[in-house]
């Protein structure tokens, strides 16, 4: 291991560091995409709604209540990007921002073990359950598809923002199949569910994450 990029007088004096563009490329509108999700805890739990583990986020401003989601795109040219986004489970101004969230998570699990979303059989009914709460969620794999929405920068400059528009489900002619057997990423694009523990999850350490 004598390849090093710097020399050693490189990390006590950061003078002639280099301008480097740490930005990744917007994803196209539209595309459908394999991702896994990947819960950022809040450390907000409520034993009386079965929201534990520390997923939950509480947003004492608006008083909302959210999981803040990360989902990884899994193939394809955008391979490690991550789309940032969250789901409603509570908001003081009314129900919908919490039915909204509860119908993504559907979508998702739908998305995941290739169930229409009217599928009422046994087996359909087993797979939408969470007996373990937001912990099932944590490392699903799902077909999405990505939407750019317009957005500004941290400094207040214009920027588009890569948002995951829905979950793609068997209803869906663009629905390329369970997950664990179909692959792809691309802007149009058309097995049991494969769940992956954070334990296993150690190859999203890559920076070609946001």
Known sequence: MNNYTYEAQNYTDFNTVEDVDISFPVIPHGTLAKVILHLKPGNYDDLSRNWTGGYATLNRDTKTVS???????????????KVSGQIGLHS????YYAKRGRVFIKQMLDSAYGLHPDDQSDKAVQARRTPNGFADL???IFWGRISVE???DKK????????????????????PGL???????????????????ASDMSWMNHEGQK
């Open 67 to 81: 999981l803040k989601c990360h989902f990884i795109i899994m193939e394809g040219s955008y391979a490690k990007q």
């Open 92 to 95: 003081e101004s009314g129900a």
């Open 138 to 140: 944590e490392g699903l």
């Open 150 to 152: 317009a957005g500004k």
């Open 156 to 175: 207040g400059n214009p920027k588009d923002f890569n948002r995951l528009e829905e979950a793609v489900t068997p209803a869906d002619e663009d629905y």
């Open 179 to 197: 997950p664990s057997k179909a692959s792809g990423c691309s802007p149009t694009s058309s097995a049991p569910a494969t769940v992956v523990k």
